[in-house]
């Protein structure tokens, strides 16, 4: 497993302005840190059990239908240059949704946030069932990207205010080379 695009994928997809992102950022400006914080908890509880249902589901799919593993893994390429491109065109100075900042709320926004879904079912099968398909390597796998998605979260919740005017700031730049990232990423599946 190339350990350096599945922690560039992870960290890229995961600390880049997404809806849970954004709204964690308007949650601190309209709410507070507390609010926040609670929000990314119910955030978190989601993820890992989307990244748990996708590691369930993909073992269960590559040993009934092997050849699916091709078929996640180019989704999986073709999702990452998808988000490559929408990163790079992306215009972070546009105006944030208040939603309330709430655990469930949190939590029930990941089921509904397209970019966390596709996430959570592509990761897995394209850096990890290729090289380990035992329950503690995905069970191992699972944790790291859970914990890598709350560190994502945490920077949003901490860093809010000064993280979003550096992007508005920089806005072009951060993005190109984040889309750079991801699509070396993409690529990086198939060597």
Known sequence: MNITSFLIYCFIVTFTPGPTNIVILSTVHNMGTKKAMEYTYG???????????????????????????????????????????????????????????????????????????LFTMTVIPS?????????????????AVTVIGFLAFITWVLFGTIFKE?????????????????AYSGIMIWL
């Open 127 to 143: 850096f990890v069932i290729p090289y380990y398909t035992a329950i503690p390597a995905l069970t191992i796998s699972v944790i």
């Open 166 to 182: 550096l992007l508005q700031k920089h806005d072009k730049i951060v993005n190109v080379l984040m889309a750079l990232f991801l």
């Open 43 to 117: 955030a978190t509880i989601a993820f890992g059990l989307l990244l748990v249902i996708s590691a369930m589901l993909n073992t269960m799919l590559i040993t009934i239908i092997p050849k699916i593993l091709i078929v996640m893994q180019i989704i999986g390429s073709v999702y990452m240059f998808y988000l490559a491109f929408q990163i790079y065109k992306s215009d972070t100075s546009k105006p944030t949704v208040n939603e309330s900042g709430t655990f469930i709320s949190g939590f029930l926004m990941q089921f509904l946030n397209p970019k966390v879904v």
